[in-house]
C-alpha cells in the first residue's frame, strides 16, 4: 500500500524507513535539503539503524516537498511533525498537526490519519469534531534518540487508540515490520492513549528526578551514591537501570510532556506531576550552585548533547545550565563537534579538544567519554556508570 509520512525527525524518518520495506512510502518535509539528504539516503539525523538500513536495504522511500504528491492515494498518512511547548499558553504547539489535518481534509482524502506526534489529552476529540469526515486516531511512539528505528523493530508495546478496523490494520503494519515476537498490542480510545504517551513519559521524568535527588542528597551529605544507588535497586520492583545520575531530564520529550501533563491537570487535585517538574530545575540550580563554588575562571561545557548517539541537544539541562552560570558573571566555553562556526548563541565554540581542555578551568560533562579521562581531575560529572 502507500503511506505518506509527515515530518521526518526520529519518530517520522524512523516510521517511513520501516515501512518503507514492504510498502510505497512517502514522506513531506518542509525543509529541502532533508527531502534531499533522504533521496540521495543520506539520514539527516543521527541513528545507527536507519543509516545502517539507508546503506543496506531496498526501500520504497521517495522524500517530497509536496503534500498533494505525498497524500494522493495513501491509505494511512502518520503523522510525526514536532509538538513543542509554548510556555505562554501553557499547552502544546499543536499547529504543524493541525496544518496537516486542514490539508488532509481540503483534498478529501479518505483513509485514516495516524497522529504520532505528542498532543494534549483530548486533542483528538476536539479534530474529530472540527475535521469530521476526516478518519483520525492517535498512536503513542516510546523513541528513544539515536535509537528510533531499533525501537521500531523491537518495540515494547504497540498502542493504537483506535479499535476499529483502520486501528487493527495499522497495528498490522507496525507488527509486520518488527523483528521482535509477541509484541504487546492495546487498542483503546485516543484519549486513552494520549494519556498513556504523557503519563509514562512523565513518569520515566520522575525516575530520573528520584535518582537525581538521592545522588543531590549524597553529596550534600558526603555519601557514597553509588553504593546507595545499588542497593536501593537491588529491590526487583525498583530495578538495577534507568538510575544513572546526570544534570537533568531534557530532550525532546521529557521536559515538555512532563509540562503538558501538568496543564492537563487543571481543576484536578495533584501533588506529584507538578514536584517532577520543579525537581528537574531544582537539579540544575544545585549543579551551578557546585560551580560557582569552586569559582572557575572558565567553565567548559563538553557537549551539547547530554547522551552518546545522539546529535540532539534540543532542551537538554545542559543550556539551562550554562545560562544560569552566565547569570552569574561566568565565562563559558562550549565543546560541540557535531555544530560548524565559532560561536552558539553568542558563546565560544572551541572545536579543538585540546585547546578546550587547556582554556578550561573545570570542564563540565554530563557523561564521562574516553577522551576526556586524561583530564579527569578538571571534569565535574555526576556519572557513576559511564552509561546513559
Not at 535509537?147 to 507488527?175: C, M, Q, T
Not at 492495546?186 to 486513552?192: K, N, V
Not at 552560570?325 to 560561536?343: A, F, S, W
Request: charged fraction near 30%; include cysteine; charge should be negative.
Amino acid at each position: 500500500m502507500k503511506i505518506a509520512v509527515a515530518g521526518t525527525g526520529y519518530v517520522g524518518l524512523s516510521l517511513a524507513t520501516l515501512l518503507s520495506q514492504r510498502h510505497e512510502v512517502m514522506a513531506l518535509d518542509i525543509i529541502p535539503e532533508k527531502v534531499e539528504q533522504i533521496n540521495a539516503r543520506k539520514s539527516p539525523i543521527q541513528d545507527e539503524y536507519i543509516e545502517k538500513y539507508f546503506a543496506e536495504k531496498e526501500l520504497n522511500l521517495t522524500a517530497t516537498l509536496d503534500y498533494k504528491e505525498a497524500f494522493y492515494g495513501a491509505e494511512f498518512i502518520i503523522v510525526s511533525t514536532p509538538t513543542n511547548y509554548d510556555p505562554e499558553q501553557n499547552y502544546f504547539d499543536t499547529s504543524s498537526v493541525e496544518d496537516i489535518l486542514e490539508k488532509a481534509d481540503a483534498l478529501n482524502y479518505q483513509g485514516s490519519v495516524v497522529i504520532k506526534s505528542t498532543i494534549p489529552v483530548g486533542f483528538v476529540k476536539r479534530m474529530k469534531e472540527k475535521y469530521p469526515k476526516l478518519d483520525i486516531f492517535f498512536s503513542p511512539e516510546f523513541l528513544r534518540e539515536g535509537k528510533a528505528l531499533y525501537d521500531n523493530l523491537y518495540p515494547s508495546r504497540i498502542i493504537v487508540g483506535s479499535r476499529e478496523e483502520a486501528g487493527h490494520k495499522f497495528a498490522e503494519l507496525l507488527l509486520e515490520a518488527a523483528l521482535k515476537d509477541d509484541v504487546p498490542v492495546l487498542y483503546m480510545g485516543s484519549t486513552e492513549a494520549e494519556a498513556v504517551k504523557l503519563f509514562a513519559n512523565t513518569y520515566l521524568a520522575l525516575r530520573v528526578s528520584y535518582f537525581n535527588e538521592l545522588d543531590t542528597y549524597a553529596d550534600v551529605k558526603g555519601l557514597n551514591a553509588k553504593e546507595i544507588i545499588k542497593g536501593v535497586c537491588l529491590d526487583p520492583r525498583i530495578g538495577d537501570f534507568y538510575n544513572n545520575p546526570s544534570f537533568g531530564y531534557g530532550g525532546y520529550c521529557l521536559p515538555k510532556d512532563t509540562k503538558q501533563l501538568l496543564a492537563n491537570y487543571e481543576n484536578v487535585p495533584q501533588n506529584l506531576i507538578e514536584a517532577i517538574v520543579k525537581a528537574n530545575e531544582t537539579r540544575k540550580q544545585f549543579i551551578v550552585d557546585e560551580i560557582l563554588e569552586m569559582h572557575p575562571e572558565v567553565v567548559g561545557i563538553y557537549r551539547l548533547t547530554m547522551k552518546s548517539g545522539s546529535d540532539n541537544f534540543r532542551s537538554s539541562a545542559i543550556q539551562d545550565i550554562i545560562r544560569k552560570l552566565q547569570d552569574n558573571g561566568k565565562k563559558v566555553v562550549i565543546y560541540e563537534p557535531t555544530l560548524d562556526g565559532t560561536e552558539f548563541e553568542g558563546i565560544e565554540l572551541i572545536n579543538d579538544l585540546g585547546k578546550f581542555k587547556e582554556i578550561s578551568s573545570i570542564i563540565l560533562a554530563n557523561r564521562m567519554e574516553d577522551e576526556i579521562l586524561d583530564i579527569s581531575d578538571k571534569v565535574y560529572t555526576r556519572d557513576l556508570w559511564g552509561r546513559d
